[in-house]
């Protein structure tokens, strides 16, 4: 059964520092994994997609990697901003099938 | 494009009573949607996988009988928490999945407080 880890669970940094998040999955046979965000008692936006086959993914201040081979994913967030607080979620699909498995979540906040 | 609704996006109700949640894919067709429960401070859990037309499969723990899931158009699923009690009371998140990739796209969530 595939397990999701976000490590750290919470993070605080002031604003203009640079915020790396971490997700790890345990079965690296995956189709794809996808980070997003959810501010408080809202859905979820997504931010990034990378397929199993990519290695990293950008989107402005955004850059996603993966390792596939060792399960791991780290979302860089660079010059963080009051406005990046939030949630951050990483979600693996599992390759047969399209059940996305979670992880816990890390939250953060940027101290302006 | 790719916007899932849901209505309502709160429900207040009282013990025992019954609450039907809509999960809606506006400009998409969605063979598949999917219901996640999210209590505080935690994440997403899957509850159950709707296929338009069949039945829905249940993830192990999720009582099939409390949550009845109906997915009677490729554009609409509903969730109805059958005799609902406090500890139901939580926060219901739908995603359809859409495109050459069945990406899921999610909804805004309803937050359901059982008093």
């Known amino acids: 059964k595939q397990e999701v880890t976000q490590i750290p669970a919470a993070l605080s940094v002031p604003e203009g520092e640079n915020l790396v998040l971490n997700c790890s999955f345990t079965?690296?046979?995956?189709?794809?994994l996808q980070w997003f965000r959810q501010d408080p008692g809202k859905g979820l936006t997504s931010l990034l997609l990378?397929?199993?086959?990519?290695r990293e993914q950008t989107s402005g201040r955004l850059n996603a990697s993966l390792d596939k081979s060792s399960g791991r994913s780290t979302l860089y967030i660079a010059a963080s901003q009051p406005g990046d607080s939030a949630t951050y979620l990483c979600?693996?699909?599992?390759?047969?099938?399209?059940?996305?498995?979670f992880g816990g979540g890390t939250r953060v906040l940027v101290k302006p | 494009g790719a916007v899932v609704s849901q209505h309502p996006s709160w429900v207040i109700c009282k013990s025992g009573t019954s609450v039907k949640i809509e999960c809606r894919s506006l400009?998409?067709?969605?063979?598949?949607m999917f219901w996640y429960r999210q209590f505080p401070k935690q994440s997403l859990m899957l509850m159950a996988t709707?296929?338009?037309?069949?039945?829905?499969?249940?993830e192990q723990g999720v009582e099939k009988d409390k949550f009845l899931i109906n997915h009677a158009s490729l554009t609409l699923s509903t969730l109805t928490v059958t005799s609902a009690h406090p500890e139901d009371s939580s926060f219901y998140i739908c995603?359809?999945?859409?495109?050459?990739?069945?990406?899921?796209?999610f909804g805004p969530g309803t937050r359901l407080l059982v008093l």
């Open positions: 079965d690296s046979a995956i189709y794809n």
């Open positions: 990378i397929q199993s086959s990519q």
């Open positions: 995603s359809a999945a859409g495109g050459p990739w069945e990406t899921q796209y």
């Open positions: 709707s296929n338009e037309g069949s039945k829905a499969t249940y």
């Open positions: 979600a693996v699909r599992e390759a047969a099938g399209n059940k996305l498995t």
């Open positions: 400009d998409f067709q969605a063979t598949t």
